[in-house]
C-alpha cells in the first residue's frame, strides 16, 4: 500500500495563489509513474487539474492553463500545485494521485481550497 499525505489547501481571496503538496509512504519500495491533482466541486464530478508524468511531461486542465503548476520531486516523491490568480470557480476539494508501478492508483484524502470572490 501507498499513503499519500496533501496539504496546503485553505481559504484565500480571489487573485491570490496556493502551493498544495502530497508527499506519498510506503513501508515498501515502489515507484511512482504518474501523479496528478483533481478536484471535486460541491454537485459536480472529479475532473483533472492537472498531471505530470515520470519525466516530467505536464499537462493541464483548459480552465487552469497558465495559471497552475504541477511539478514534482522524485526524490521526495512528493508532487506541488502551485495555483496563482485563482478565482471562486476554482474552489473544491483537491485530491492527489500517484500511479504507482505493479500497484496501482492510489488516492489522497483531499484537501478543501476555498476561494472568495
Known amino acids: 500500500q501507498v499513503q499519500l499525505v496533501e496539504s496546503g489547501g485553505g481559504l484565500v481571496q480571489a487573485g491570490g495563489s496556493l502551493r498544495l503538496s502530497c508527499a506519498a509512504a510506503?513501508?515498501?519500495?515502489?515507484?511512482?509513474?504518474?501523479m496528478g491533482w483533481y478536484r471535486q466541486a460541491p454537485g459536480k464530478q472529479r475532473e483533472l487539474v492537472a498531471r505530470i508524468g515520470s519525466g516530467g511531461s505536464t499537462n493541464y486542465a483548459d480552465s487552469v492553463k497558465g495559471r497552475f503548476t504541477i511539478s514534482r520531486d522524485n526524490a521526495k516523491n512528493t508532487v506541488y500545485l502551485q495555483m496563482n490568480s485563482l478565482q471562486p470557480e476554482d474552489t473544491a476539494v483537491y485530491y492527489c494521485?500517484?500511479?504507482?508501478?505493479?500497484?496501482?492508483?492510489?488516492w489522497g484524502q483531499g484537501t478543501q481550497v476555498t476561494v472568495s470572490s
Open positions: 494521485k500517484a500511479v504507482v508501478l505493479y500497484y496501482g492508483d492510489f
Open positions: 510506503s513501508g515498501s519500495i515502489f515507484k511512482i509513474n504518474a
